[in-house]
């Protein structure tokens, strides 16, 4: 099981808190940095000092760290060109020398859209199938051949498809709850499927339409990665447990429920419950940015668990 540190930055965080955090990441031993890809805040939180770019944070944490992967959960469709999407993402590969995945979504957060003056389509998730067709499109084709595509919402014609990334093939996350449109664009274009804030049963349920689409569409089921994001609160006993789900408003109750929460045991426990349904990668979502003790305890008495 690989545990990656997912990070919400929009809820106020700063490039240093940032590089601190992945530079934990990567000294504690974890498999990856993933940021999510937002420019406002969510809840009663400040958001202070504003918001950061995704793939800004992740050339610069590209070129500050050595070993740990680095990615979005969920890269907004909404918010770039896929042409230009793609040069960006093959860019931070080569900077990272070939650390980058990428993670790609519909985009949904109306308010961010109109806060910050950028369009929020009706046809969302029809955009998103034809901006997975043309990134991948424009890696996959080989240096010195052209890249044309005439869709309905994006047309490129003679595209060099340059620059290309360090990787052979940067894998493509796909993600969500959805029971048809979702399972179907995984299986065309993911090496990756991640149930966001899923339970067990939701997520058994979900991997199975993921894996049934797969089969149909030729690929085999085994083919794709399957993983989790789950909220982390973790803590050596009761009290500390409570306190940092306090320190992110949120009840330890609901936490238990929901998330991966409680002492180590409990979420090993949690963890091998999730592992039996399919799950082969999970996402620790981390609120607090400050607490690398949190980090740490997660380090050496959860991860040195797993198998």
Known sequence: MDLRIF???????TYDTLLTVAKATEDLG???????????????????????????????????????????LMTAGTFRLPGVLAIQVAQVDQMSGGRVELGLGAGWFEEEHTAYGIPFPKEKFARLEEQLAIVTGLWATETGQTFDYDGTYYQLTDSPALPKPAQAKI???????????????????????????????????????VRAAAEQAGRKADDLV??????????????????????????????????????????VDKIGRYADIGAQRIYLQILDLDDLDHLDLISTRVQSQLP
Not at 7 to 13: D, L, M, V
Not at 43 to 53: A, E, F, Q, S, W
Not at 203 to 209: A, D, T
């Open 7 to 13: 990070t919400e930055p929009q809820q106020g965080a």
């Open 30 to 72: 974890f498999d990856a940095f993933f940021r999510s890809d937002h420019y406002l805040r969510m809840g009663p939180v400040d958001g202070l000092p504003g918001p950061t770019d995704a793939w800004v944070t992740l050339a610069g944490l590209a070129r500050e760290t050595k070993r740990i992967r680095l990615g979005t």
């Open 171 to 209: 894998p493509v996350l796909i993600g969500g709850h959805g029971a048809t449109r979702t399972p179907r664009l995984a299986a065309q274009y993911a090496d990756e499927f991640n149930m966001p804030f899923g339970s067990i049963a939701d997520s058994e349920r979900q991997f199975g339409r």
């Open 226 to 267: 399957y993983s989790n994001a789950l909220v982390a609160c973790v803590g050596k006993d009761d009290a500390e447990v409570a306190r940092r789900a306090a320190a992110i408003g949120r009840e330890v109750d609901d936490l238990k429920a929901d998330g991966l929460a409680g002492s180590p045991d409990e979420v």
